[in-house]
């Protein structure tokens, strides 16, 4: 028998809403959503500041040997973009949206544990404000980040694929005029830089450094430095400095565990992979979990038919393996790899002259980054 109340228990939100809650500042997050993230969003009711402040992109810039080449993805899709808007402000905008409902929400709990997702009744277990709660619930939805407790409660259960790159990205926040109106990625022979923004006045800007590299070996001068080489600026653009209002390091991998669920925990988002951020895939892969698992529920609720549900990993791993291609190849493509002979560095070339010269390579590359439709 179907019982009709709905009775999902929610782990997440992760690090991303803890710092907002707390008016923190967390780590610096992605910003590019996909159409198909974006008309999600709408739908669901949290896309009014969205489309009041995103900056809607037909295209994105690719630069190396010195040279710029625009790749018009709205002209080679048949009409897509993307939406640049913070990560933070999304989760922002979901936040509020849960509080608007008068829907639970608790943040800083400690002890959290999930139990029984192998039966009837799973149960959440933690701790808020020093008092015990059990929380019973039909499913379990692990959304809690790669750090999270939901995925290490089945790790057994997995299979594990994973890459590490020798590589990490620093990352700044500027109170600055972006470069360019639309995103550049160079590749440069001293590494990967990637020039974008969330406002008309605050850019947000990208340099490859070592995985292990120190945040404080980089003073704002050697950042600014660093860039304005990697852009080839001075020509006809112009990098203005300003405040760095964030900066921060991140290590780069790629990570998936199959099957994404088991019994009645469903892991979705960055629980479940990890793709290197080159092609700004990974909130939107999370999107698009959460898309198929709230279909896959909405049909159970209904009708009390589980195929969906059973579907769910298959369904959203046909996704995520194509945007870990996609993310793979954007980064093999742009970054320099430190036993990289000159051998790889003429084929990197190569296929750059490839993509900006065959309109069916830079279509490929438009549509991955624009984003695959919803029924894939
Ligand atoms: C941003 C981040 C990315 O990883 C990317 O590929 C493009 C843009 C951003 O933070 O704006």
């Known amino acids: ?59 994105i810039e690719l630069s190396f040997s010195g040279r710029r080449h625009r790749i018009n993805m709205h002209e080679l899709t048949g009409g897509r973009a993307i939406t640049v808007y913070g990560q933070t402000e999304v989760v922002k905008d979901l936040i509020k949206a849960r509080l608007d409902a008068n829907a639970a929400l608790y943040f800083e709990v400690t002890d ?22 059990e929380i019973h619930c039909h ?43 639309e995103l550049i990625y160079c590749h440069h022979e001293r590494g990967f830089a990637l020039f974008s923004m969330r406002t008309p006045n605050i850019t947000r800007l990208y340099i490859q450094c070592a995985p292990d590299d120190h945040i404080a070996n980089w003073s704002d001068n050697r950042i600014w430095e ?37 019994g009645k925990l469903f ?42 549900l059973d579907a769910y990993s298959a369904t959203c791993l046909r996704r995520v393996w194509r945007a870990e291609y996609f993310s793979w190849w954007m980064t093999s493509l742009l970054h320099q790899f430190p036993d990289a002979t000159p051998f790889h560095e003429k084929l990197q070339l190569a296929e750059l002259e490839y993509v900006i010269h065959s309109r069916a390579a830079a279509t490929a590359l438009a549509e991955s980054y624009s984003g695959l439709p919803f029924d894939i």
């Open 267 to 308: 892991l979705a988002g960055d629980a479940a992979h990890i793709v290197p951020p080159t092609g700004a895939k990974g909130m939107n892969l999370a999107v698009a979990d959460v898309r198929v698992l709230s279909r896959a529920l909405a049909t159970y609720y209904q009708s009390g038919q589980t195929e969906l």
């Open 112 to 133: 959290t544990s999930i139990h029984d997702f192998e039966t009837h009744d799973p149960r959440i277990l933690f701790r808020h404000n020093g008092q015990p709660h």
């Open 226 to 262: 660093e860039l304005s080489t990697r852009l080839h600026a001075g020509g006809d653009l112009e990098l203005k400095e300003g405040p760095i209002l964030q900066k921060g390091i991140t290590p780069m991998r790629s990570f998936v565990v199959e099957p994404m669920h088991w």
């Open 1 to 59: 028998m179907i019982n009709n109340e709905l009775r999902i228990g929610f782990v997440g939100f992760g690090e991303a809403g803890y710092h907002i809650a707390k008016g923190l500042r967390g780590r610096i997050r992605a910003g590019v959503l996909e159409q198909g993230t974006v008309n999600t969003l709408i739908k669901s009711g949290v896309g009014e500041r969205l489309q009041q402040q995103g900056l809607v992109h037909h295209g």
């Open 139 to 181: 499913f379990i939805a692990g959304c809690d980040g790669f750090h999270g407790i939901c995925r290490p409660a089945i790790i057994g259960r997995l299979q594990v694929f994973e890459r590490t790159y020798p590589f990490g990205w620093l990352g700044i926040l500027a109170e600055s005029t972006p470069p360019s109106e």
